[in-house]
Structures are given as C-alpha cells and as structure tokens.
C-alpha cells in the first residue's frame, strides 16, 4: 500500500520508521550519512502534504537500556540540516516528553523519537510485550508509515506490530528498494553475477545457497573467501578461517560445477604480517600463502578478473568489501570491483552497509550505480527469497 492510500494527510499525525543506523566515529560524528539522506523522499512528501511527522528509529543495539552513547541527537542534527527545518528530538521514545511534542506538533513539523531500542518491549521476543509498545506508538498518530527498508527483516514494536494497529503504508524509499531489488530477484536480465565479500561466509549461507541456483557467475573475496581457499586444500597462513563452515564452502564450489555457475575465488592476495594499516603488504599466489602471513585484500590478477566479469554483466549485485578497504594498502580489490562497476552498463546493485559506505567513502560517483541499497541484512534476505515481516505485514 501506497502513501497515497493513506488518504489526504493534512492535518494527520503519521508515524514514520525510518532506519538511521549510521556509522559514528569515536566523537559521535556521522561518518556516512546514507541512510538518511535516503529517507528524504518520504518526510518531505509527508511535509508537503501538511502532515505532523513523527519519526522512529534504532541506533545501534542498546538492549532496552537509556544509553547516551546511543541517542539519535546526532541524527536529529543532521535531519534539521539537510530537511532545512527543525527536527526536534524527543527526550524519551514514547514517555512523557515524546507524548507532549507529539500533540504540540503543527501541520509540517518533524518530530524524532528517541531510540526505540531504549525500549526493551521494541524487539522482545514476546509479542504481548512488542504489542504493548506498538499500542502506545499508535496512540500518537493517525497513519503509520514503513519506510526503513534496512530493518524490515525485523519483527519488532515499530516496524511489524505497529502495522496492525493503524491504516499503514510502505514509504518511498521501501517501495524503490522493493523495486531495484526485484530486478535481481526475477527474471534478472543475463550474465547475472554475484560479488560477494565481507568477513564471514556464515553471514552469507543462505544468499549463496539460494544465488547457486540463480546467478551465472559467484565471485569470492573480502575475509569469507579464505575459507573457500582452505576448502581447496590451501594453506591460508593466519588468514581470517571459519573451521566450521570449510566443508559448506566446498559444498559450494561443488554445486557450482555442478550447476554450471562460474564461481571464482581470488587467485592471488595481498599479504601482510599482522591486520594493520602500516603492515608491509605483498602479493603471492593465492595457493602460497605464508604461514606467518594474513590475507587482507584480493591480489591484482584477482581484481582484474572480478573486473572483467563484471563488466560484460547485465545485472549485478555486490554485497560486502574484497579486503580492509579502510587502510589504504588493502583497498585495491574493493576499488576495483567498485570501479567496474562504475564502468559498465549492466543494472548495479550494490547492497550491505559496508560496501556502500565504501562506494561512498572511496571516492566514486553514487549515480554511476543503479542502486545502494540502505539494507545490510534486510537486502541479503530478500536476496534469499526470504519473506520480511515488516513488508508482508504490510500486504496484510
Ligand atoms: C542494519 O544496520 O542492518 C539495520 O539497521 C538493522 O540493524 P540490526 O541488525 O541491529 O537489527
């Protein structure tokens, strides 16, 4: 259901959840504010419509507990500049101070919630509790409104239960995630590949799972891919090693050849001694690694070959970094992967929080992309084919 299903909204109290889980540093600084600016579409549509906005959000995973540390103030800060209005942030998720701002609103004023995960009811395993939390989220509003795609896996207070209690709609930027990553989901326009990265192939069990069926070509790098290497007979030095998961890797590299589904692995890597910036970095053959050394990047015969495959793809997602892109001497994989698919022409989706904020903080142009996705769980289990209880909640 549409925002236009909600009817005129002018003069309505709407209940947004947004997801504005962004990276701080250590002085609480937003280092990608992605997120965010992705939710603009939707408050401003609200805005526009005369709405008394009411925002949602987590920060984080404060566990039910009142943490500094984990106070949107950050966020409401950022909104205030970029909506170029006032955004005030409540001093409590649905206390007292929420309740008043909430009734003090005028027609077009933002309102940010405190972190509904000081909540403990917000993601309780018990729904009694989640409903309760729900029911004191709807006494505020009129409408409620999904539009935090990262969090939809979830089924918690503020993004599932509130759903059933008031005339709910899914907001833009839930409907162009839906949209970007169903071109992956049906029917994707061919060669369709895969690039797949970041530390853990447990993380990426049932995507690559379900992609084998799928995809026509896997590429492998980032920490899960020394894994694989292991499940080919390498020695891996002290490379990053899920024990437990080399003989679903080798599972993997079977069904490959079986289903006829390119899978490369990275054929060389960039070693250095200890997971550093300032660790002197080499390259070796990825059937050599040194005992004493760890992988943390791709080689360049590797970037090359990821390249080159991407490049003559029609459709193409790419979830998680080839190396540690954050020191500059392992950030070359990740780079090359991003810049192919900079160059070529297929239709680009690059998913998971990490490999976004690389696209970003790496330097390359975010409109040569066909779509970030905000999602890092959330668009690997659509991926998958899983059902999201925040967006089936919402077909209902
Ligand atoms: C994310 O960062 O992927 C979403 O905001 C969900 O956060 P969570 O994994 O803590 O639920």
């Given at each position: 259901?549409?925002?236009?299903?909600?009817?005129?909204?002018?003069?309505?109290?709407?209940?947004?959840?947004?997801?504005?889980?962004?990276?701080?540093?250590?002085?609480?600084?937003?280092?990608?504010?992605?997120?965010?600016?992705?939710?603009?579409?939707?408050?401003?549509?609200?805005?526009?419509?005369?709405?008394?906005?009411i925002?949602s959000?987590?920060?984080?995973?404060?566990?039910g507990e009142v943490?500094?540390?984990?106070s949107l103030?950050?966020?409401?800060?950022?909104?205030?500049?970029?909506?170029?209005?006032?955004?005030?942030l409540a001093g409590d998720t649905v206390g007292e101070d929420a309740k008043a701002r909430a009734a003090?609103?005028?027609?077009?004023?933002?309102l940010l919630l405190e972190n509904v995960?000081f909540d403990k009811r917000e993601?309780?395993?018990?729904?009694?509790?989640?409903?309760s939390l729900?029911a004191e989220y709807?006494s505020l509003?009129?409408?409620?409104?999904?539009?935090?795609?990262?969090?939809?896996?979830?089924?918690?207070?503020?993004?599932?239960?509130?759903?059933?209690?008031?005339?709910?709609?899914?907001?833009?930027?839930?409907?162009?995630?839906?949209?970007?990553?169903?071109?992956?989901?049906?029917?994707?326009?061919?060669?369709?590949?895969?690039?797949?990265?970041?530390?853990?192939?447990?993380?990426?069990?049932?995507?690559?799972?379900?992609?084998?069926?799928?995809?026509?070509?896997?590429?492998?790098?980032?920490?899960?891919?020394?894994?694989?290497?292991?499940?080919?007979?390498?020695?891996?030095?002290?490379?990053?090693?899920?024990?437990?998961?080399?003989?679903?890797?080798?599972?993997?590299?079977?069904?490959?050849?079986?289903?006829?589904?390119?899978?490369?692995?990275?054929?060389?890597?960039?070693?250095?001694?200890?997971?550093?910036?300032?660790?002197?970095?080499?390259?070796?053959?990825?059937?050599?690694?040194?005992?004493?050394?760890?992988?943390?990047?791709?080689?360049?015969?590797?970037?090359?070959?990821?390249?080159?495959?991407?490049?003559?793809?029609?459709?193409?997602?790419?979830?998680?970094?080839?190396?540690?892109?954050?020191?500059?001497?392992?950030?070359?994989?990740?780079?090359?992967?991003?810049?192919?698919?900079?160059?070529?022409?297929?239709?680009?989706?690059?998913?998971?929080?990490?490999?976004?904020?690389?696209?970003?903080?790496?330097?390359?142009?975010?409109?040569?992309?066909?779509?970030?996705?905000?999602?890092?769980?959330?668009?690997?289990?659509?991926?998958?084919?899983?059902?999201?209880?925040?967006?089936?909640?919402?077909?209902?």
């Amino acid at each position: 259901r549409t925002i236009d299903s909600l009817g005129d909204l002018a003069g309505k109290r709407v209940f947004v959840r947004s997801d504005f889980n962004v990276p701080l540093d250590a002085d609480r600084n937003i280092t990608d504010d992605g997120r965010i600016r992705a939710a603009l579409p939707t408050l401003k549509r609200l805005i526009d419509a005369g709405a008394k906005v009411i925002v949602s959000a987590h920060l984080g995973r404060p566990k039910g507990e009142v943490k500094p540390e984990f106070s949107l103030a950050p966020v409401a800060a950022r909104l205030t500049e970029l909506l170029a209005q006032d955004v005030a942030l409540a001093g409590d998720t649905v206390g007292e101070d929420a309740k008043a701002r909430a009734a003090a609103l005028e027609d077009g004023q933002v309102l940010l919630l405190e972190n509904v995960r000081f909540d403990k009811r917000e993601d309780s395993k018990v729904d009694a509790d989640r409903e309760s939390l729900a029911a004191e989220y709807a006494s505020l509003a009129d409408a409620f409104v999904s539009d935090g795609f990262g969090v939809v896996h979830r089924k918690q207070a503020s993004v599932y239960d509130i759903a059933k209690l008031l005339p709910s709609a899914a907001g833009e930027l839930v409907f162009k995630e839906i949209d970007s990553l169903s071109r992956a989901t049906q029917n994707p326009e061919r060669p369709y590949t895969v690039v797949l990265g970041g530390s853990k192939v447990s993380d990426k069990i049932g995507v690559i799972d379900n992609l084998l069926d799928k995809a026509d070509r896997l590429l492998i790098g980032g920490g899960m891919a020394f894994t694989f290497l292991k499940a080919l007979g390498y020695e891996i030095g002290t490379s990053l090693l899920e024990a437990d998961q080399v003989d679903t890797a080798a599972s993997y590299i079977e069904r490959a050849k079986a289903n006829g589904v390119t899978l490369l692995l990275p054929t060389d890597v960039v070693v250095a001694p200890e997971f550093k910036a300032d660790s002197p970095a080499s390259v070796v053959s990825a059937d050599s690694i040194p005992a004493d050394q760890m992988g943390l990047d791709i080689g360049p015969k590797s970037g090359t070959a990821y390249a080159d495959a991407i490049k003559d793809s029609k459709t193409i997602v790419w979830n998680g970094p080839m190396g540690v892109f954050e020191f500059e001497a392992f950030a070359a994989g990740t780079k090359a992967v991003a810049q192919a698919l900079e160059d070529g022409d297929g239709f680009s989706i690059v998913g998971g929080g990490d490999s976004a904020a690389a696209v970003r903080n790496l330097g390359f142009n975010e409109s040569k992309f066909s779509h970030i996705s905000t999602g890092g769980g959330a668009s690997l289990e659509f991926l998958e084919g899983k059902e999201l209880p925040g967006i089936a909640v919402l077909e209902d």
